[in-house]
């Protein structure tokens, strides 16, 4: 009988771009040789790009990445976080510079906190910016300003509390100076992970904004697109389907198609459609998006490699395996040109080869580059960390396969504690993890102990995917295998005969998986009629 392969796509983690709520920009990292430096990454090395882009000044890049190790970002979010201090501090000098009080007093505090933030001498310029005498209007620009100084320092739980504040002391019938406020504490909450206080603030900016604007204005489209992100984190797939295509289509008629902001969009989309299981319409968009920015920043650039890398994770899922390995390969040559061989993002790609390799039956390859990759992951993050989580679960996985089962066990039970204490139980990679581990017992021979995981890694899928979903057919397939060798066979079939259906309707009928499934099914039918 052939068993359906339980190999899952380093979930979550394929390098996917997204906007933040302050821009959509993507971030390109070189090196330098100045001694000030944060693991891989100098002062030097970014000041060109910050400089030019928000007018950033050596010593404040310095007082940026001092930030990001005093918050102890990881390694793989460096890029993210540096933008968006660096789209803070922006916001927060050009709101500083039209800032106009009536009174002299505070004008010179102002002035003083300006001084104060370009020196990095932020709990000053906080002091400052709350030391003010003028009426409400001005009392609530600088508490929105403190709460944009705190967003520098990624202090989100403060800077929501500013936030908060400058919204209550606005007065009546500032409604675009509110929608501004309302959006930087939907960001803010979205980044302590606080979904329905973020939707709310979000949700409230969108409507302002529909009131006051166009519906064909850029600002709607930036609010459709975060809250779509937003939509998309806690599983509200359709609804973030519908804001991202109205926010595309806004943009391509205002920017017209050839532009970033609609390959971010496009990327977004298309990430969403390979999140539900819907490869054939994310894949059109993705191929969109990598023109797009291969013609406006070159084929070198590293936001090529994210799309390289997602559109193969696509190919792949879709069973087009020859076509994804060059993608693959180019973008691992970007990453290390613009990055290096020992950054996060190489090891991802590193990870994401080797389980393409595992597919193609290359196991010795497979192998060491999923060594290669755990070896950079484990130097470069905390050993909580989901990345290494999600390699430990593939290289288990790649064991399994092998038949090497001793090896196997450890790493799924390590993948499996680190995901439970980061992610919590109701996670689609603790479903991965859990459905694994099942294929393990099943393989050594217990029944019982691989029923058991299976059950809970379908509850957890159907729960979080929804019934449709590949992965919910891949672990029906499973669960049928297990009843199957033990002559359960009308459940066998019946299982097997849904997960054929889920398989026909999601990959089609072309597909590794469908046939497999099909063959499962006939094989079923077989032992089930002797």
Not at 180 to 198: E, T, V
Not at 441 to 468: F, H, M, P
Request: aromatic share 10%; charged share 20%.
């Amino acid at each position: 009988m052939k068993k359906l392969n339980k190999y899952q796509l380093f979930a979550g983690v394929l390098l996917c771009y997204f906007s933040s709520a302050l821009a959509l920009n993507d971030t390109n990292i070189t090196q330098g040789d100045n001694n000030v430096t944060y693991n891989t990454y100098t002062v030097e090395g970014v000041y060109e790009r910050l400089h030019d882009k928000y007018g950033a000044t050596k010593l404040l890049i310095h007082n940026f990445i001092k930030t990001l190790k005093k918050e102890n970002v990881s390694p793989e979010n460096f890029e993210e976080k540096l933008e968006e201090i660096a789209q803070h501090y922006q916001i927060l000098i050009k709101r500083l510079e039209s800032f106009t009080p009536q009174d002299p007093e505070t004008d010179k505090l102002k002035q003083a906190a300006r001084v104060a933030l370009d020196k990095g001498e932020y709990l000053k310029a906080e002091r400052l910016l709350n030391h003010t005498n003028s009426q409400n209007k001005a009392v609530a620009a600088s508490k929105a300003s403190n709460g944009i100084l705190q967003m520098i320092q990624l202090k989100y739980a403060h800077a929501a509390a500013y936030f908060e504040e400058a919204i209550k002391l606005l007065p009546k019938g500032e409604e675009q100076i509110l929608i501004d406020y309302l959006h930087q504490a939907g960001f803010a909450y979205q980044n302590m992970s606080l979904y329905k206080k973020a939707q709310l603030f979000f949700e409230k900016s969108l409507i302002l904004r529909e009131k006051l604007f166009s519906k064909e204005s850029t600002k709607i489209a930036i609010a459709l697109n975060d809250l779509a992100f937003l939509y998309k984190l806690i599983g509200k797939y359709e609804q973030a389907l519908i804001l991202y295509q109205r926010a595309l289509k806004i943009y391509k008629k205002i920017l017209g198609s050839q532009n970033l902001e609609v390959a971010i969009i496009l990327n977004n989309l298309a990430k969403l459609y390979y999140t539900t299981g819907n490869y054939k319409q994310a894949l059109p968009l993705y191929q969109q998006s990598l023109q797009i920015r291969k013609k406006i920043l070159g084929s070198q650039h590293l936001s090529v490699a994210t799309i390289l890398n997602n559109l193969a994770g696509t190919y792949e899922s879709m069973g087009y395996y020859k076509q994804a390995l060059p993608l693959y390969q180019r973008g691992l040559q970007i990453i290390e040109k613009v990055l290096s061989n020992q950054h996060p993002y190489f090891a991802v790609t590193l990870n994401n080869l080797a389980g393409l390799h595992e597919l193609l039956g290359n196991y010795k390859q497979a192998l060491s580059l999923y060594q290669q990759a755990l070896k950079i992951i484990e130097q470069v993050l905390d050993n909580q960390h989901p990345y290494i989580a999600t390699i430990l679960n593939n290289l288990a996985e790649l064991y399994s396969t092998m038949k090497y089962y001793k090896q196997a066990l450890p790493l799924y039970q390590r993948s499996l504690k680190i995901r439970k204490e980061v992610l919590g139980s109701q996670h689609p990679d603790i479903a991965t993890t859990l459905n694994n581990l099942g294929g393990l017992y099943y393989s050594i021979g217990d029944y019982k102990q691989a029923l058991a995981l299976y059950d809970q890694s379908l509850e957890t899928r159907e729960k979080v995917l929804g019934n449709e979903h590949s992965s919910v057919a891949i672990t029906l397939s499973n669960l049928a295998a297990v009843y199957l060798s033990m002559k359960n066979y009308k459940k066998a079939l019946f299982l097997f005969k849904k997960a054929l259906i889920i398989m026909q309707n999601k990959l089609g009928a072309e597909h590794p998986y469908t046939k497999t499934a099909i063959a499962n099914y006939e094989h079923a039918k077989k032992m089930d009629q002797q």
